[in-house]
């Protein structure tokens, strides 16, 4: 069973000020998913990666398959950006994603 | 951009109820899943669905869960009994092969 952990738990920054969200997973993956859930509780696909490097806007996606690690980046960050961002992988053969408790990010204007 | 709808957006049933939670996932999707969150805790998994099968559940999709596509644009979710610890918010996804997930935005489901 893969077990996903995320870092920080909780982070709150200025606005304008890059930010790192960490996501480490035990058991290799197919693919990892980084995902965005608001205050009212919808959640959002970010990114889908099984390798290297993705960028949407001001977010940057990034995986290192062989030591079980991604992050997301946020750059020029925005009080529009506050949300919980999870992290959920899918193991190779299994359909269902496990998912991280998430990161609590309060940017602040 | 498609989406995914839910209904109902909450819904409220006394124990022992039965719930059938609905959703219409994005129409050229294959892949459709149920996801539940208890309040304060992480999402988890419930059950995957492809070619009108289950392709995967959870340990907690017991027999007291079943999910059905009866015409093929809607999926449900059914809870025969609820119970109180069944009280989550229930999220449908689905996905085109080897693509992003696309999330509807939640039934809350209180079980009292």
């Known amino acids: 069973k893969n077990e996903v952990e995320q870092s920080p738990q909780n982070l709150t920054a200025q606005e304008g000020e890059f930010i790192t969200i960490n996501c480490s997973y035990s058991v290799g993956i197919s693919a990892l998913h980084w995902l965005q859930q608001h205050p009212g509780g919808g959640i959002v696909s970010l990114f889908m990666l099984s390798s290297g490097k993705k960028k949407h806007g001001r977010l940057i996606a990034t995986i290192n398959i062989q030591e079980k690690h991604s992050s997301l980046h946020i750059t020029a960050s925005h009080p529009r950006d506050s949300a919980v961002y999870i992290c959920a992988v899918r193991g190779g053969g299994a359909d269902g994603l496990t998912f991280g408790k998430g990161t609590h990010l309060i940017i602040q204007p | 951009e498609p989406e995914v709808t839910q209904t109902p957006s909450h819904q409220v049933t006394q124990m022992g109820q039965e719930v059938i939670l609905r959703c219409v996932p994005i129409?050229?999707?294959?892949?459709f899943y149920w996801y539940r969150q208890i309040l304060g805790q992480k999402v988890e998994f419930l059950v995957s669905f492809y070619n009108n099968e289950i392709s995967e559940k959870s340990e907690i999709f017991d027999d007291q869960f079943s999910v059905e596509r009866p015409d093929g644009s809607n999926f449900t979710l059914k809870i025969r009994s609820t119970k109180l610890e069944d009280s989550a918010m229930y999220f449908c996804?689905?996905?085109?092969?080897?693509?992003?997930?696309?999330f509807g935005s939640g039934t809350q489901l209180s079980v009292l």
């Open positions: 996804a689905s996905s085109g092969w080897n693509e992003k997930l696309f």
């Open positions: 129409s050229n999707h294959l892949y």
